[in-house]
C-alpha cells in the first residue's frame, strides 16, 4: 500500500480496511530502522525523532555505509532518500529487496512527485513493502503519521523475477524481440462477443523465465526506453489487428501509451501513419492512458490526446479510480472509454463500498457518454454482477488471459465452435 | 494573520506556515529559537543540541560548497540552496532558509544575480554566529545545573 504525505493517494477501499500499526505489539521489542540519508541534519533530525518514537535508530549518510549497514542488521524499516548522490538511492533498492528481514521501506525525495511514484512502482515491482513516498524535508511528524498507518502488505506480484533486470538487459530484450505484445481480449458483458483485445508487453528472459511486466515497465520508464517499446508493441498490435480482424471486423486493439511517449507532439502523426501503412481505421486503435500519465503533463497531455481524437483514435482512461484529479482529467480530457480498475473489481463481491463506487462510475460514464471496461473480472458473480449494472464490456481470466498472437486465434476458433 | 498552522502544533509544521507566510521580515530575528523549542519537542533538548552541533561542525563545509556553487552555478547551486534551506529551516535560521528557497524557487526561470548570492551567504554566516551563541549559552546553562 502506498501513500503519500501532502498529497494523498491511498485507495480509499483499503484505506478503510486497516486500523493502525502498531509495529511494539507485533513485534514485542524495539524495530530497527536505518536513516539513509546524505544531508547529515536532516539524517540526524530523522534518526533521533525515531528513537523518540521507540525506535532502534541507526542511520548512515552514503551510499557504502547503508550497503554495509543492511548487509550485517536486520531492519524492520528502511527510510532511504532517493537522491543520495545522484541516481544511486535506488540502486540500493535492489539490495533491500534481497534482505530476508523483509524491512518496510519509506522513500524520501527532494524531487517532484512524479519521479516519487515511479520509485514507488519500481520498489513494489521488487518486491518490497513500500509504506511510502515524503517530500523533503522529512519532518517528524509526517514520518510519524506514515507509521502510525497499518503496515504495507506485501505486493501481490511478490513472484519476483529470479533474476532483477538492468536497463541494459531490458534495451537487448527490445532490440532481440524477446519482449512481445500477447493479447488479452474484452468482451460485451451482455451478448459476450468478442470487441477487441488489450495488447500487453511480455518479456521471456532466456534462462531466468518470465519478467514481470511491473518490473520492466517501470524500468523502461525509468530509462528512456518506454519509447521503442511503445513503438514495438504498437507495430505488433495493429499488425495483429489486421490478420484478427478478417474474421472479426470490428475488433479494436487497445495500447497502453506511457508518460514520455506522451511528451512527443508528433504522436498523433507517427500513430496516422501507421495505421495507414496497415490500412487499418483510426477506429481500430484505442490508446489507454493512466491517469498519472495525464496529470503528469497536462498541457502537453491534453494536446496530444486531443489529436489523436479528433484522428478518431479511441482514447480510454486506464486504472480509472486509483489515481487522483481523475474526474477533473475526464472533463478535460476527450475519453471515449473508462476501464474501472482491477481492485474495485476484486472487492466488489465483498465490499458493498466498493460496489457503490462501481455503480457511481457507470453510470457517470453513462451521463458522459463513455464505454466502460471492468478489468480483471475473475468470478460469475462479478460478471453478473456487472452486467445487471449496465457495465458494457469486461476483460479478465473469466474471459482469457494474455495470449500470444497464435494462441489467440485457437482462443477465437474455439470460442466460434463453443458459440456454434 | 499571515499563516495557519494546524494543531497539534509541531516545529516543521510551525516553521512550513512560517515559511510559507510573506511576512518573514527584516525585523525578524535570524535565529528563531522558538523552532528549537519545537524540536526539542520532538526529539529532546539534548537531540536539538545535537542537531544544533551538527549544524554548526558543518557550516565551514557548507559554505565552502555554496561558495563554489555559487560559482558553478547550475544544479550544483540548485542543490546546494535546496539542502539548505531545508536544513537551516530544521534549526530555526529561518531568513536564511527564506534566502536559499527564494533563489532556489528563482532558478526555476533564471540565474540568481551576485547580490542574492552574497546575501545568502552573509545570512548563513549571520545565522551560524548567532546559533553559535545560543548553542554556548545551551552549554553553560546545562554545566551551571550539574
Known sequence: ?420 | MNGIASKPITAEGLATAIDASVSVADTSPVLDTGVLALLAGDIGKDGTLDVVRLFLAEAPRTTDRLQRACIVRGAALLREVHTLASAARSVGLLKTAQAAADIEHAMANAEPDADQLAELLALLESGVAQLAEWEAAQHEATVAAT
Open chain 1, 1 to 420: 500500500m502506498v501513500r503519500f504525505i501532502g498529497s494523498s493517494c491511498l485507495s480509499p477501499i483499503l484505506a478503510r480496511r486497516f486500523g493502525g500499526w502498531h509495529l511494539d505489539t507485533q513485534l514485542g521489542s524495539a524495530r530497527r530502522l536505518l536513516v539513509v540519508d546524505d544531508e547529515p541534519v536532516q539524517c540526524l533530525i530523522v534518526t533521533r525523532a525515531m528513537s523518540a518514537a521507540g525506535f532502534d535508530a541507526d542511520s548512515a549518510t552514503s551510499l557504502e555505509e547503508a550497503a554495509g549497514r543492511i548487509s550485517t542488521a536486520a531492519y524492520d524499516v528502511i527510510v532511504l532518500d532517493l537522491s543520495l548522490g545522484g541516481r544511486e538511492g535506488i540502486s540500493l533498492l535492489r539490495q533491500i529487496a534481497a534482505c530476508p528481514s523483509d524491512p518496510v521501506v519509506i522513500l524520501m525525495s527532494r524531487l517532484d512527485e512524479r519521479v516519487r511514484a515511479a520509485s514507488i512502482r519500481y520498489a513494489v515491482a521488487l518486491g518490497l513493502r513500500v509504506a511510502g513516498a515524503l517530500a523533503k524535508p522529512v519532518g517528524p511528524s509526517a514520518l510519524r503519521s506514515l507509521l502510525d498507518q497499518p503496515p504495507p502488505q506485501r505486493p501481490r506480484s511478490r513472484r519476483v523475477a529470479a533474476v532483477i533486470p538492468t536497463a541494459a538487459e531490458l534495451a537487448e530484450a527490445i532490440d532481440t524481440r524477446h519482449i512481445v505484445a500477447a493479447f488479452q481480449p474484452k468482451v460485451s458483458l451482455a451478448g459476450r462477443h468478442l470487441v477487441g483485445f488489450e495488447a500487453l508487453a511480455r518479456w521471456h528472459h532466456p534462462p531466468h523465465g518470465p519478467v514481470p511486466p511491473d518490473l520492466f515497465v517501470p524500468l523502461a520508464e525509468q530509462n528512456g526506453l518506454i519509447i521503442p517499446l511503445t513503438r514495438m508493441i504498437l507495430e505488433d498490435a495493429l499488425a495483429a489487428c489486421v490478420r484478427w480482424r478478417d474474421a472479426h471486423p470490428d475488433c479494436s486493439v487497445a495500447v497502453n501509451i506511457s508518460p514520455m511517449v506522451l511528451a512527443n507532439p508528433a504522436l498523433p502523426e507517427e500513430i496516422e501513419t501507421l495505421l495507414m501503412r496497415h490500412a487499418l481505421p483510426p477506429a481500430a486503435l484505442i490508446a489507454e492512458i493512466t491517469e498519472t500519465t495525464v496529470i503528469a503533463n497536462p498541457l502537453l497531455a491534453a494536446e496530444v490526446l486531443t489529436r489523436l481524437r479528433i484522428k478518431g483514435i479511441g482514447l480510454s482512461m486506464d486504472d480509472f479510480g486509483t489515481g487522483y484529479s481523475s474526474l477533473l482529467t475526464l472533463l478535460r480530457l476527450p475519453f471515449t472509454e473508462l476501464k474501472i480498475d482491477r481492485s474495485f473489481i476484486a472487492a466488489c463481491e465483498t465490499d458493498d463500498e466498493a460496489w457503490k463506487i462501481i455503480r457511481a462510475t457507470i453510470s457517470l460514464a453513462r451521463e458522459l457518454g463513455l464505454s466502460v471496461v471492468a478489468e480483471g473480472i475473475e468470478t460469475e458473480v462479478a460478471e453478473d454482477r456487472l452486467r445487471s449494472v449496465g457495465c458494457q464490456i469486461g476483460q479478465g481470466w473469466r474471459f482469457g488471459r494474455a495470449m500470444s498472437e497464435r494462441t489467440l486465434y485457437d482462443w477465437l476458433a474455439h470460442r466460434t465452435k463453443a458459440t456454434a
